[in-house]
């Protein structure tokens, strides 16, 4: 469904952009702090109400931080996929999207995210991959870790596809892809299946081979939708609603 709105577009929207820009214009980079406020009321010719809304919205997005104290300000960050997630939950929740709708894209999206990995991946990565599947391993008794390492695993092939809007949209999902916010539960013989097809992808990243990794990821996520499907057969209609699922955002 598309929604067009003819209405302005608030000051404070177009000084948040112009801040951005003055950021890249000057070459700012995390920890540097911005201009003072007086001279940023003159560069913008806003007003202060304005100028800290725009400043509380790049603050939201992660694009700055508010350093208290004499000599503070705003000061620039690196942004990660946490407004990505707020927006997708939030869409999704007013769409009643229901979970399955994110496991459709979960099936079509890695198994094309493996294949590219394969084409891409560098000697580094491959190394952070393979100490993820051996402390996976070493600690499959440990529910938290296994968490940490899966979703651990999937990021890293994602940012391995050498496409940053593949990477920032896995960090956004990974955290409601493992199900866990709607009720799906990971026994450690089901922990033990998922090491095995970690492992698997991996052997096949390692051979650079663009069909294996893509069908091996495939298979994981087969595996795992056949899982839910058996184990817990109300939670592919569930709605996903932005409290629950962001707590597992949170929490990855």
Not at 114 to 127: K, Q, V, Y
Not at 218 to 245: C, N, Q
Request: no cysteine; glycine share 8%; aromatic share 6%.
């Amino acid at each position: 469904m598309v929604h067009n709105s003819s209405r302005p577009e608030k000051t404070a929207m177009i000084t948040a952009r112009r801040i951005v820009q003055d950021i890249d214009r000057m070459g700012l980079t995390t920890g540097d702090l911005l201009p003072p406020e007086r001279d940023m009321l003159a560069d913008y010719g806003v007003g202060r109400g304005t100028l800290r809304e725009a400043l509380r919205f790049l603050e939201l997005q992660n694009v700055l931080s508010l350093k208290p104290g004499p000599g503070g300000g705003p000061m620039v960050e690196k942004p990660d996929a946490s407004a990505l997630a707020n927006a997708i939950l939030l869409l999704l929740q007013f769409d009643n999207a229901p979970f399955s709708q994110v496991m459709e894209a979960r099936n079509g999206l890695e198994p094309l995210l493996a294949r590219l990995a394969a084409e891409r991946i560098s000697d580094a990565r491959l190394e952070e991959l393979g100490a993820s599947v051996d402390r996976m391993a070493g600690n499959i008794g440990d529910i938290l870790t296994f968490h940490e390492t899966n979703k651990e695993f999937h990021d890293l092939v994602a940012w391995a596809a050498g496409n940053s809007l593949f990477g920032f949209l896995i960090d956004a999902l990974v955290g409601i892809f493992d199900g866990t916010v709607v009720g799906v539960d990971y026994n450690e013989r089901r922990r033990r299946a998922v090491l095995k097809a970690h492992m698997k992808v991996l052997a096949a990243l390692r051979q650079r081979d663009g069909d294996a990794s893509e069908q091996a990821m495939r298979d994981h996520i087969g595996e795992y939708l056949a899982y839910i499907g058996k184990k817990f057969p109300d939670v592919m209609k569930r709605s996903l609603t932005w409290d629950v699922a962001w707590q597992g955002f949170r929490r990855s």
